[in-house]
């Protein structure tokens, strides 16, 4: 089992930057995937980014590649998300999650096993 928390989020101006911050817990974290996905108010929740247990592969939708940057430090259990060029369509609460190594490429959202309780990312125009 993992148990994560998010930290980082916040509110920034169009144009601006924030980091991201998904500290995990568990024996088993290095056999997981580790996602960030995001839900807008009204709109169904969707991938962001995701970073693979084993090689460190990564996936990033469409909408934030060239923008955002995901990392992680295994040692110390942790996935970061680092987002720049932020727009106001960025705007939603940002969720890190844990899906099995053997998931598909890239997870869908049914296969992320573990939530953490989400922050808020807030761009103003």
């Known amino acids: 089992e993992v148990q994560l928390v998010e930290s980082g989020g916040g509110l920034v101006q169009a144009g601006g930057s924030l980091r991201l911050s998904c500290a995990a817990s568990?024996?088993?974290?290095?056999?997981?995937?580790i996602g960030w996905l995001r839900q807008a108010p009204g709109k169904e929740r969707e991938g962001v980014s995701c970073?693979?247990?084993?090689?460190?592969?990564?996936w990033y939708a469409d909408s934030v590649k060239g923008r955002f940057t995901i990392s992680r430090d295994n040692a110390k259990k942790t996935v970061y998300l680092q987002m720049n060029s932020l727009k106001p369509d960025d705007t939603a609460v940002y969720y890190c999650?844990?899906?099995?190594?053997?998931?598909?490429?890239?997870?869908?959202?049914?296969?992320?096993?573990?939530w953490g309780q989400g922050t808020q990312v807030t761009v103003s125009s």
């Open positions: 568990g024996e088993t974290f290095d056999a997981y995937n």
């Open positions: 970073i693979a247990s084993g090689d460190g592969r990564t």
């Open positions: 999650a844990a899906a099995p190594a053997t998931s598909r490429w890239p997870p869908q959202v049914a296969e992320y096993a573990y």
